[in-house]
């Protein structure tokens, strides 16, 4: 693969060998039930054998998080480079539902964001907000900067907050809160 | 709150007394802890309590059971006064030996990370493995945290990594930079430990007093005016007696009694008339002569005083970072600061003092309207408190709708600066329909929060009026009823009282648009002293060193930064450049050459490792020294609003016009200049004129020249040009580098073949380094690069 010749300095250079490497990375490799087999580790992650390449940890990556989460669903070598292995067009057909599921543990993981159903309290602080609110890992109480890429419009109704930390709220509609809450939000829609 | 200052520390110590015992069976006490680190959550996913102890033999790794309902804090949500009795929690403990493991690494991601445990793969003899990536056995997951954990488990993986290696650990090593700090007074932490600001704390009553300070210089000139608006408050209380009772009841109605009180000989009633009128004469002469004497002070005043506020505010501007802009994206922030100045000017110079006058002239004439009479005084300030109450209760929600409002229309103009700006694009790809689709949707959002401002506009008014004029209404009636059927009071009497009514509603309009101006004007001030209060990321030490003569030698040692929290974009990067010499980088796109050169300018400061200039750290150096001897030719150009010299001429504004057009003639822009009608003095930046990409860069090559940095910085300076521009330009750098230290970022290789050193960087870290030739002997990424750009050009020259 790319990476292990790119380390195997000493067989000559060849522009073909090059090109070859290019073209690859221009690539859009799909995986599906056919050519990958995915199975689950001891340690709680995900492997990958694919083209004849074994990948003892992989990363499940969306390509498109908020608007379409179960197509494009890229999965890359787990180290910093970070190189895309292939891609699943749709994890509700490409594969079957046991490798579905598999995936879909890892990508809750990765994407575990909090969901805010109530809002008890928004105050309004010398540039700051201090959030009191319940989500569906519990209450949570927050504090984000007061600028406008800290609470950001996905939808019409639909909210991603970040906090000071950079952790983050989901709101997936406003509009379902009540006329009492949606007051305490106003500041921000 | 007030609170008896209760002098409460966070636990700070390595072995949080909370899990020391759970950490006795295992045999760990606070001394055999190396470093510790908080986390947040359990292997499935819910928050709780943990923590992840590092020993110099193992890591442990303690996960307490979730509690349902348990209130979970993120950063600057805690407070120390409130934090809850440590409930009993039940602990497990796992533990790793450091010597059993490869290594320990953190997996990120979106919100926080888990801490994964790599085995060493079995059967592979690790002491034969040389430097290189080593095979990987088993990972596995053994803790998990949020975002605000991260900082800590992060200084850990790399002091659990240096552990294993067998290298010493330093203080620096487990100091905790994120070290959360607290508010002394209401215990709330800190948002940015290092700011040591609580937005708690900074009330309305702080921002007020501080405001005052401004004024303090001017104590005397203020105390005149207060004085002058008292002798108002005090005329505009002799008036209508006058005007009344005085006129009407005494002279006119030949009251014998008045003249004998005023010691005049009785029946002379012309000369009392006389004598009424002159008093009423000098009444209103005085009246004037006071509102004279308070402009002049005003004017005296107030603008001093938003000069005072505006430089605090651009002082600290100046010397905020790139960060803070970037940060806070403020466009419009000038604008805003010279706003936010007039507006705290327009409440301390007029509306206090005013404010004053006005409860002293309420209190007075309520005193005076019950000597008077008292069930008149009871019916005409029967109506105030509804007015009050009128104006406290739906003032706010009118002052809410109208920044929605504001709001909506700030986000329409924004809408329409993108269109404007990139009109090109929308033209070209055809998108004006879905443009306009997309306008109209802000539109109609601008259109609809206008609406509602009317509509609640037109009905605090209409409330407002109505209670306003119920009250006179009822006056009148009363009055009327006194006059003719009791008989109780006369005409003069009742004018009088009229005249003390209508001032009423002075006072009462006045306090309903005070409370509003009054909390703006607090927003204003808050804006103001929050810019003010932002200590700048980059800032110059208290007694920095100054360097006379620069020899040139630039240092990087062990750098670790990145522009986000917990993103770390280089990764101990280690480079130096000789004084003289040329440092070439390398790299792809996003490798992290422009942060490096970033950092060599100071636009921001590294995390972790230190940048220095001929050994002193750049954090130790005054600005002058570093501004006059690094100039930066960068990637993006930056062309200021202004003529084509001033754009020259940035870095030092006392060039003549010789050193400027010389610069230009090394740039290879003096060309281009000359042919532009207005020459030297067209004016560029404000979209006029717009200069095509290679002109711009060859206008900031000119910038740096005319500079004449000890330390030159080339980061693709000739990116946007055309092969026979960059030729030319090529040639100006060549004369530019010769005596400098020189620092170069380029695409093609060729063009840092006479550096001495060449680094290549990849994914923030340093791969290879040494000259042209050793890296080409070495056949690795560099070698790479040149092959495939040599052939690339080999196969355009057959073609
Ligand atoms: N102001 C910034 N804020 C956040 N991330 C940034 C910023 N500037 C650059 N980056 C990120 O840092 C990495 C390195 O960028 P850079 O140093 O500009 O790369 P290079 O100059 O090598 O192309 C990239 O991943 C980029 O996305
Ligand atoms: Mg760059």
């Known amino acids: 693969m790319g990476l292990t010749t790119f380390q195997a300095a000493d067989d000559d250079f060849n522009l073909e060998q090059m090109e070859e490497e290019t073209e690859e990375m221009l690539r859009l490799r799909y995986l599906n039930r056919e050519n990958a087999v995915f199975k689950k580790t001891s340690g709680g992650f995900v492997s990958l054998d694919t083209f004849g390449e074994h990948y003892d940890r992989v990363r499940v990556v969306r390509s498109f998080p908020f608007t379409d989460p179960t197509h494009y669903i890229s999965i890359r070598v787990a180290d910093e480079k970070s190189k895309e292995i292939g891609m699943i067009l749709d994890i509700g057909k490409d594969v079957d539902a046991e490798t579905k599921a598999m995936l879909e543990e890892q990508m809750n993981l990765r994407y575990f964001t909090p969901i805010i159903t109530k809002i008890k309290d928004i105050k309004d602080e010398y540039g700051h907000a201090y959030f009191d609110v319940e989500t569906n890992e519990g209450p949570c109480k927050f504090v984000i900067y007061m600028n406008s890429s800290s609470v950001v419009h996905l939808t019409d109704t639909r909210l991603l907050i970040t906090d000071l930390d950079g952790n983050r709220f989901e709101i997936p509609d406003y509009s379902k809160f009540s006329a009492k809450e949606l007051k305490k939000l106003d500041l921000f829609l | ?799």
Not at chain 2, 79 to 92: C, D, F, G, P, Y
Not at chain 2, 189 to 211: E, L, S, V
Not at chain 2, 649 to 659: G, K, Q, T, V
Request: net charge neutral; proline share 3%; hydrophobic share 40%.
């Open chain 2, 1 to 799: 709150m007030k609170k008896k200052k209760k002098e409460i520390q966070p636990d700070t110590s390595r072995l949080p007394k909370t899990i020391a015992s759970v950490m006795e069976p295992y045999g760990l006490t606070e001394d055999g802890v190396v470093c510790s680190a908080p986390i947040d959550m359990n292997l499935s996913g819910e928050f709780t309590k943990g923590y992840v102890l590092l020993s110099k033999e193992k890591l442990y790794v303690l996960i307490s059971e979730a509690i349902p309902g348990e209130m979970i804090y993120f950063k600057g949500s805690e407070n120390l006064h409130k934090m809850s009795q440590q409930t009993a929690r039940e602990w497990t403990v796992s533990e790793y030996d450091l010597k059993q493991v490869l290594n320990f690494t953190v997996e990120r991601n979106v919100m926080g990370g888990v801490l994964v445990k790599i085995d060493k793969a079995p059967g592979v003899d690790y002491e034969a493995e040389g430097d290189g990536p080593k095979p990987e056995g088993e990972a596995t997951v053994i803790a998990a945290f949020s975002n605000k954990c991260m900082g800590g488990i992060a200084r850990m993986e790399k002091v659990g990594r240096k552990l294993q290696k067998g290298e010493e650990i330093t203080e620096e090593d487990i100091k905790d930079k994120s070290a959360e700090a607290y508010c002394p007074t209401c215990g709330s932490m800190y948002p940015d430990a290092d700011r040591k600001i609580c937005p708690k704390c900074m009330n309305t009553k702080n921002i007020f007093f501080r405001i005052l300070g401004y004024l303090k210089p001017y104590r005397g000139r203020i105390l005149i005016m207060f004085l002058c608006y008292i002798a108002t408050a005090c005329l505009n209380l002799v008036w209508p007696y006058l005007n009344g009772t005085v006129l009407y009841d005494k002279v006119l109605a030949r009251n014998e009694a008045f003249l004998q009180a005023m010691k005049l000989p009785a029946g002379k009633f012309a000369l009392a008339l006389g004598l009424v009128a002159l008093a009423m004469i000098v009444t209103k002469l005085l009246t004037q002569f006071v509102g004279i004497v308070q402009g002049v002070l005003t004017a005296k005043i107030a603008p001093y005083m938003v000069k005072d506020l505006k430089n605090d505010v651009f002082r600290s501007m100046g010397s905020l970072s790139v960060g803070f802009f970037t940060s806070k994206q403020t466009g419009s922030l000038m604008t805003r600061v010279m706003y936010d100045a007039e507006e705290v000017q327009g409440l301390f110079i007029d509306g206090l003092p005013y404010f004053v006058t006005n409860v002293f002239s309420i209190i007075a004439m309520a005193i005076i309207m019950f000597k008077m009479n008292v069930l008149l005084a009871i019916v005409s300030l029967i109506g105030m408190p509804i007015v009050f109450f009128v104006s406290w209760r739906m003032l706010p929600r009118l002052w809410h709708r109208y920044g929605r409002a504001h709001r909506a229309s700030r986000s329409m103009n924004a809408r329409i600066n993108d269109n404007l700006t990139g009109a090109r694009v929308v033209k070209a790809f055809g998108q004006e329909e879905s443009e306009m689709e997309r306008f109209n949707k802000t539109n109609e959002r601008v259109r609809s929060a206008d609406l509602e401002v009317v509509k609640y506009d037109n009905a605090f008014w209409g409330i407002y009026n109505v209670a306003e004029s119920m009250a006179s209404l009822m006056v009148l009636t009363v009055s009327a009823y006194l006059i003719i059927v009791k008989k109780q009071i006369d005409v003069g009497f009742m004018m009088t009282f009229a005249g003390y009514v209508t001032q009423l509603t002075g006072p009462m309009d006045f306090f309903s648009h005070f409370f509003r101006w009054f909390t703006n004007t607090m927003n204003s001030a808050q804006r103001m002293f929050e810019i003010m209060d932002a200590i700048p990321e980059i800032r110059e030490k208290e007694h920095p060193v100054h360097l006379d003569h620069v020899k040139g030698d630039v240092e990087m040692k062990n750098v670790t930064f990145g522009y986000e929290k917990n993103k770390p974009v280089l990764k101990d990067v280690s480079l130096s450049a000789e004084a003289g010499k040329m440092l070439g980088i390398v790299g792809r796109s996003g490798a992290g050459k422009t942060t490096i050169v970033n950092l060599i300018s100071r636009l921001y400061d590294p995390w972790e490792g230190s940048v220095t200039l001929d050994g002193v750290d750049l954090r130790d150096l005054d600005f002058a020294t570093l501004h006059g001897n690094v100039a930066m030719v960068s990637q993006e150009t930056y062309i200021f609003r202004g003529t084509i010299a001033e754009n020259i001429a940035y870095a030092r504004r006392d060039a003549s016009r010789e050193e400027i057009v010389r610069a230009a003639v090394l740039a290879s822009a003096h060309d281009f200049i000359c042919k532009l009608p207005d020459g030297y003095d067209t004016l560029v930046g404000t979209g006029r004129r717009d200069l095509s990409g290679g002109e711009r860069q060859r206008i900031s090559i000119a910038r740096a020249i005319l500079c004449n940095p000890k330390i030159l910085i080339l980061d693709e300076a000739t990116a946007a040009v055309d092969t026979e521009t960059e030729m030319a330009i090529q040639k100006s750098i060549n004369l530019l580098i010769n005596g400098r230290t020189t620092i170069s970022i380029a695409h093609r290789l060729s063009t840092l073949r006479d550096a001495s050193e060449l680094v290549v960087i990849d994914d923030g870290k340093v791969t290879e380094r040494g000259t042209h030739d050793e890296l080409v002997a070495q056949k690795g990424t560099y070698y790479k690069l040149k092959e495939l750009q040599t052939k690339a050009l080999a196969l355009k020259g057959i073609e």
